[in-house]
């Protein structure tokens, strides 16, 4: 073995000499020294060492063929955990299992060492992580750009029911996937002023004078994809101080404000997603999205430039797709670097970023649309007030000559709304500087030209299209249910894994054998019992494998509709503690999932699934029968353990509000049946496995468009005369559910009756409940349960990532996969 350099490690042999090297070496400790999470940074640096390896080779492939690229702008990307995902796409899986068990350690324990990055939220940063995967597997020059946040989102803990928020330190031990860059950082400027001058041409020329200046230092990961023959990278920046720090204040003996300031300079990449209830929050939200937004078009155009390309050419070369609207400042920025930094004229400038920008949006909700108090942004950002300025007075010169005399409709499409402070809307900036605007599901897309941007549609409808989303297979299937997976191969090939569609034929076939049936209801228990187990460590409650696991796991909010589940699961058991009806099935009622941490009544929902759940766990009426549990702390491992154990999906959020969805197509792929409303991607979902293996039920989104007409819907009326919602609302009331903590529910009433629910609880509680009565009367067929279960693992193919990317690429980025030849890297 080397004492000079590691073994690059592909083989049960090598693996071991590249452990023992960088136990030595890498961690200086002796090898009888070395703890499970030596090992996993051991290993950790082996498999990086030949991810790298491989990125290399990819980079100079994506050179020789001059190949166009795309770079996808994403504040959050849940990557989870990284070891396993790498091990299985490099093909190395087993061979490390080997080489750990070779040595005398157990590779499960040696895994669980690995935390879960803390890059990320929910939906949005899980499916920027699968993008990135299916790019790589596709031999897609693809890139992914983000925050290296040094502090996730909170770990959440539960004390006496409630959310608790604590620090989310997934840094505190070193992360062996990362290369840090230094040589590479950019310089940010914000803040100061703007003079006004004029050139040597004699036109205005505007100097951005007195900024302060961020540095932002690049953290490189590298993305495998399966087969490990292409390894693309995503680049994450942190804040780091100036070396140029206030000196003249320190010189002048304020050595604490010169610090201060140093210190302020990298809280712009600690924590992801800073409160921005207070003016000094908003400050921080807004300087963090443009850090981000400004290192990485910096980076970008550096690399562009740096291969010999004139700037003319950059929309030619590159494609840069915007993750919602926390990247839409790189609209201002990329014109902002053509104009004053390239010298491009306004007009080709403009030609241009709209060439290269795409932009994806995730909601329609309006508290989700960002807008910035323009006198902030003039603070923060003076130059980029400018540039959203004229470009907004153009494109409203341009609205108002197609549609003359409507000023109604300027105010609409206008990027500053009126009001006291005038504020910068972020979707209409990010909307009108892209060539494309795509929602995530059909019905999604649809209502983005119908309800969020129709003015613009009308204007320009070739820009609007459909991507319905996607979860990569790799992850979701593969590594979180190796059982399936197996499965799987045995009975279709290895090609799934790449081609999920290969799954249709064979599983539709099978569906209807009974002994595949068997093999796959075996599968399925040993996934419930080793949840059984998680659930036991993490709530204490004991749960039978045996009942149908019924799971919501997702952020907390009302449209999402937990509360739904909740008053639904107090009707259950009032049936069978008052009315004497057992229920036909047995009940496991999961949920996990985070609220924000301002978002009270979300938090308090949390705490009625506790009451609820505390008091149903301990009634001997029930035990058998009902179960409800909330599993703390909800991430991409946790879900890795539920999902593969789900009997039931619960997908029930108000119809019109959730944008696709991401854990309906995960848990489908893995043999949960879907309860749920014909909202997001639930429709499509419905389309490809067949209406008689899902359970849909509720109002449309059409229909709960017209219950908000006046006098259209009562919650009140249904409160009145329907004795199953009086019984289970007046429960809450009492201190049935909180014996020592009474009128902490009052809220409930106030929120689902007395004042108008946007959420429609109440209008869908009826059809819900016969939704679930169906569900029972199914489970008790279990031979028709799992063909239905078979049927759905089966159609999922339409929800691969890989699908939605090969679609990004034709449609929105103009991408051809650069393949390996024949001397590529094995």
Request: charged share 25%; proline share 5%.
């Amino acid at each position: 073995m080397s004492a000079t350099a590691p073994p690059v490690a592909a083989t049960a042999e090598q693996l071991k000499d590249a452990l023992r090297w960088h136990v030595a070496h890498s961690l200086g400790k002796a090898w009888e020294d070395a703890t499970d999470g030596d090992l996993f940074q051991a290993l950790g640096l082996a498999v990086r060492d030949l991810a790298w390896e491989r990125l290399l080779a990819t980079e100079k492939r994506y050179k020789e063929a001059g190949a166009r690229r795309v770079y996808y702008l994403s504040m959050e990307f849940l990557i989870g955990r990284s070891l396993g995902d790498s091990l299985h796409n490099l093909g190395i899986y087993d061979a490390v299992r080997k080489a750990l068990e070779g040595l005398g350690h157990d590779f499960d324990e040696v895994r669980e060492e690995e935390v879960d990055a803390g890059l990320g939220n929910g939906g949005l940063g899980r499916l920027a992580a699968c993008f990135l995967d299916s790019l790589a597997t596709l031999h897609l020059p693809g890139f992914g750009y983000g925050l290296f946040y040094q502090y996730g989102l909170f770990r959440q803990e539960i004390d006496n029911g409630y959310q608790k928020e604590r620090p989310d330190r997934w840094l505190h031990a070193a992360m062996p996937w990362t290369v840090e860059r230094p040589e590479e950082a950019v310089l940010v400027p914000v803040y100061g002023r703007i003079v006004d001058t004029i050139d040597r041409k004699s036109q205005y020329n505007p100097m951005w004078m007195d900024w302060k200046i961020l540095v932002g230092v690049p953290h490189e990961m590298p993305v495998v994809g399966y087969g490990g023959e292409t390894v693309n990278a995503l680049r994450l920046y942190s804040a780091r101080a100036s070396d140029d720090f206030d000196m003249e204040n320190f010189n002048s003996g304020d050595y604490v404000q010169a610090v201060q300031e140093a210190i302020g300079s990298e809280t712009i990449s600690k924590v992801l997603y800073p409160s921005d209830k207070v003016q000094k929050g908003k400050e921080l939200r807004l300087l963090q999205e443009y850090f981000f937004v400004a290192c990485a078009l910096r980076d970008i155009l550096r690399r562009f430039l740096r291969e010999g390309n004139p700037i003319d050419r950059f929309s030619d070369k590159i494609a840069i797709q915007l993750n919602d609207t926390h990247p839409a400042l790189a609209v201002a920025e990329l014109m902002r670097l053509f104009v004053d930094e390239h010298d491009v004229v306004w007009e080709r400038a403009w030609e241009m970023t709209v060439a290269t920008l795409g932009y994806t949006n995730h909601t329609l909700l309006p508290e989700a649309l960002e807008k910035w108090p323009l006198p902030l942004v003039e603070t923060v950002l003076p130059r980029h007030l400018q540039i959203i300025y004229e470009v907004n007075r153009r494109f409203l010169d341009e609205v108002a000559h197609r549609a003359p005399g409507d000023q109604a409709i300027l105010a609409r499409v206008s990027m500053i709304e009126e009001g006291e402070p005038k504020q910068v809307r972020m979707a209409q900036l990010a909307a009108a500087g892209s060539h494309s605007i795509n929602g995530v599901a059909a019905l999604h897309s649809r209502l983005i030209t119908e309800n969020l941007f129709p003015d613009l549609f009308r204007l320009h409808p070739e820009r609007f299209n459909n991507k319905t989303n996607g979860v990569t297979p790799r992850r979701w299937l593969l590594k979180s249910n190796p059982g399936l997976a197996s499965l799987l191969t045995e009975v279709a090939g290895p090609g799934w894994v790449t081609d999920y569609g290969l799954l249709r034929e064979p599983l539709d076939r099978l569906a209807e054998d009974e002994a595949f049936r068997q093999r796959f209801r075996e599968v399925k228990r040993e996934n419930k019992k080793r949840l059984a187990r998680v659930i036991a460590d993490l709530t204490r409650v004991r749960v039978d494998p045996d009942s149908l696991f019924d799971i919501q796991i997702k952020r907390i909010h009302l449209y999402k509709r937990q509360l739904l589940n909740a008053l639904h699961i107090v009707h259950l058991y009032f049936r069978i503690v008052e009315d004497g009806i057992e229920p036909k099935a047995p009940r496991t009622f999961v949920f996990a999932g985070k609220a924000a941490p301002g978002y009270w009544v979300a938090k308090q929902v949390i705490k009625l699934i506790h009451s609820v759940g505390e008091r149903i766990n301990r009634d001997p009426r029930v035990r058998g029968l009902l179960k409800c549990v909330f599993l703390p702390d909800y991430r991409v491992s946790l879900a890795e353990r539920i999902i593969p154990a789900a009997d039931l999906s619960e997908q029930i959020s108000t119809a019109g509000m959730e944008a696709s969805g991401t854990g309906n197509m995960k848990l489908s792929m893995n043999g949960a049946l879907t309860i749920g409303t014909l909202d997001g991607a639930n429709v499509e979902i419905m389309e490809e496995v067949g209406e008689e293996n899902i359970f849909i039920f509720g109002h449309t989104a059409d229909e709960i468009e017209r219950l908000k007409d006046p006098g259209a819907y009562s919650a009140r009326q249904v409160f009145e005369r329907d004795p199953r919602v009086k019984r289970v609302l007046d429960s809450f009331q009492t201190p049935l559910f909180a014996p020592f903590e009474p009128g902490i529910f009052s809220w409930l009433f106030e929120h689902v009756v007395e004042n108008h629910d946007p959420y429609f609880h109440l209008a869908d509680f009826d059809a819900y409940t016969a939704a679930q009565e169906r569900v029972s009367a199914q489970w008790e067929d279990p031979a028709g349960w799992t063909r239905k279960a078979i049927l759905n693992v089966g159609r999922m193919g339409k929800f691969s990532s890989d699908r939605t990317i090969r679609e990004y690429a034709r449609d929105i980025w103009n991408l051809t996969p650069v393949p390996p030849g024949e001397n590529a890297p094995r």
